[in-house]
């Protein structure tokens, strides 16, 4: 490898803070720190980080990074193909987020109070984020330069908010002025070997019954491409001024989609060796049908969405108690509250009681109901901590337990804070008690509680 560098003059506005510099690295050696700027890759300007690694891949780079006083300096590197340079980046995103131009009538961001923060009410609807975290996009902002780089690096897989298949309807559904398709795109992305996973809002009296069925044949017709379709209820909050009428998903429409969908998985499995068509664990909440069994889920390609959550958590339970594992007893006494929203709480509630054969755990599920969003709303994904903390305050009292577990998934990705924009430091000092985080499996759980009683367990 060579490194040779020089001075330019000259400032650029645009390129991407590196936040880390791998040391040892190539980076490292050619004297590129935390706070510089990346500006381009062999003349090209890098706009998110998945270009960057893409550019980087060769073996001639010219890197032009920019010092935080504007110093500008050119880094020549000669390495072998595929050797990373070393460079971290604090956010993947280089150019800013592709925002949504849609208005959909069921849009989340349109019903929030105010009080939550501000990321909150960013509408993405940006192709990288899709590959990189797997959010749902709607193609409606594809240029031809976006599926010919789709094209060229292979981003796959993708996650796509189709809605409907009949463009009359989706264009309604999305709040545009016409007609809206997306199989052209689903299918042009399909040609270019890019693997989908799609999303169908469902809207009762709008995409449901017989559309529902023409858009899931519609999407099977693209398979294996379009690798599966999940089904979703609309989420409605108490906040819909001003919008369009929304119908929520009652009982007897949960149990139609349930059974429409089952129907079709058995015509799926024959054809494709696949079921396809999949439906939330809410719908069989609302239907007060039982999760079907882990094999109904094949491979959980669309868990992220809430399709099989309860179910793996089930089974992940029952291979606990099977194993036997759990120690007999805790070093100290410990007293736990688990908070968990009302379409968990049944699992959860279970899992502290089995918790507490352990001698000296207490461990309690505290179902919290949303005020916050209203009573439709019910996944631990959308607590508040003010929630949070008005459930527990008159349920337990201020320092009634040793710790309060919450589940990741109420809050934001990269840091501590909850929907309202409490942070976990205002909920601990509210609750009088330490609050622990941890991810929604019955292991974690575990190793949580039992850690508060002075016990190391890690699940085999």
């Not at 545009?176 to 992305?189: I, Q, S």
């Not at 429409?260 to 049908?289: C, I, M, N, P, T």
């Not at 709480?345 to 352990?358: G, K, L, S, T």
């Amino acid at each position: 490898m060579g490194v040779f560098t020089r001075n330019m003059s000259g400032r650029s506005a645009r390129g991407a803070i590196i936040s880390q510099v791998e040391p040892g690295s190539i980076a490292d050696e050619a004297g590129i720190m935390p706070g510089d700027r990346l500006i381009s890759v062999n003349g090209r300007p890098v706009r998110d980080v998945l270009e960057y690694r893409f550019l980087c891949a060769e073996e001639e780079l010219s890197l032009v990074i920019e010092r935080p006083d504007g110093d500008v300096l050119v880094v020549e590197v000669t390495k072998d193909y595929d050797e990373p340079c070393g460079l971290e980046f604090g956010d993947p995103i280089f150019d800013g987020v592709r925002r949504c131009r849609n208005r959909c009538v069921f849009c989340f961001v349109d019903q929030l109070p105010r009080g939550v923060r501000r990321t909150l009410r960013v509408r993405d609807d940006d192709f990288r984020l899709s590959f990189m975290t797997g959010s749902y996009i709607t193609l409606t902002n594809l240029t031809e330069e976006d599926y010919d780089r789709l094209t060229s690096m292979r981003l796959s897989p993708l996650y796509v908010s189709v809605h409907s298949t009949n463009p009359v309807t989706r264009g309604r559904l999305l709040g545009r002025k016409g007609p809206c398709d997306v199989m052209g795109g689903l299918a042009r992305l399909v040609g270019a070997e890019i693997v989908i996973h799609t999303q169908v809002v469902l809207c009762p009296g709008v995409n449901d019954g017989v559309e529902l069925e023409r858009t899931v044949h519609d999407l099977s017709s693209l398979f294996p491409g379009v690798r599966s379709c999940a089904v979703v209820p609309v989420g409605l909050t108490r906040h819909r001024r001003g919008l369009p009428p929304v119908a929520p998903v009652s009982r007897e429409d949960a149990a139609r989609v349930v059974g429409d969908v089952e129907r079709w998985q058995a015509e799926f499995l024959e054809r494709f060796s696949s079921r396809f068509v999949f439906v939330s664990d809410e719908f069989y909440l609302r239907a007060g049908k039982a999760v079907p069994s882990r094999e109904a889920y094949e491979d959980f390609p669309q868990i992220e969405n809430g399709v099989g959550l309860l179910r793996d958590f089930i089974d992940q339970l029952e291979e606990m108690k099977e194993s036997g594992k759990l120690p007999r007893e805790v070093k100290s006494s410990a007293r736990l509250v688990a908070v968990t929203g009302e379409a968990a709480y049944p699992v959860i509630d279970e899992a502290c009681r089995f918790f507490e054969r352990v001698r000296g755990l207490s461990c309690r599920a505290l179902l919290v109901k949303n005020r916050f969003f209203g009573p439709r709303v019910s996944v631990a994904g959308l607590l508040t901590g003010q929630d949070i903390a008005r459930t527990y305050l008159a349920s337990v009292g201020r320092g009634g337990c040793d710790a309060v577990i919450i589940p990741s998934v109420s809050l934001k990705a990269d840091e501590p804070r909850f929907l309202d924009d409490m942070t976990v430091g205002e909920l601990e000092r509210l609750c009088g008690a330490p609050v622990d985080v941890v991810e929604p499996t019955p292991a974690s759980l575990a190793a949580c509680a039992l850690k508060r009683g002075g016990c190391a367990w890690e699940p085999r």
